[in-house]
């Protein structure tokens, strides 16, 4: 941990193994795709952070499989995130945030991660990626 804020995110893999992404609005920071995150609300917990983040960037409704190993920094806070699978209930996610999700195999996830221009964001996503499928 570097002493920044905390955010809290998900990684959502289905049942056949594909990854969620989403690709942040106007490519925010550099990033063309990576996970959902964000800061907690007044009191909300590390995990109901996570899960309100995923619904409001995806659109996706999740419930928690395990919390992924790790803290990741990013360029503006440290990052914990959370290894879901999808409900199977979905709502449009908040375009403000987010152009557009995907559903995608691990190796085409690494590839689109990579197209992120934030060098920060880019190697904390390939190694949240890592991590979660690796735990999974």
């Known amino acids: ?34 996970f959902p995150k964000g800061r907690p609300n007044g009191g909300e917990t590390q995990e109901e952070t996570a899960l309100r983040e995923t619904l409001e960037e995806t659109g996706v409704f999740a419930e928690i499989v395990d919390r992924i190993p790790g803290s990741f920094p990013g360029g503006t806070t440290d990052n914990i995130y ?21 559903w995608t195999p691990p190796d085409k996830a690494r590839r689109l991660i990579g197209e992120t221009t934030n060098p920060v964001g880019l190697k904390r996503d390939l190694a949240v990626l890592e991590a979660a499928i690796a735990l999974r």
């Open 82 to 102: 959370f290894l879901m699978r999808p409900t199977g209930r979905t709502e449009s996610p908040c375009k403000k945030e987010t152009a557009s999700v995907l």
């Open 1 to 34: 941990m570097t002493g920044k804020k905390l955010a809290y995110g998900g990684v959502v893999v289905d049942s056949e193994g594909r990854i969620l992404l989403r690709e942040p609005t106007n490519h925010f920071d550099g990033y063309v795709w990576t």
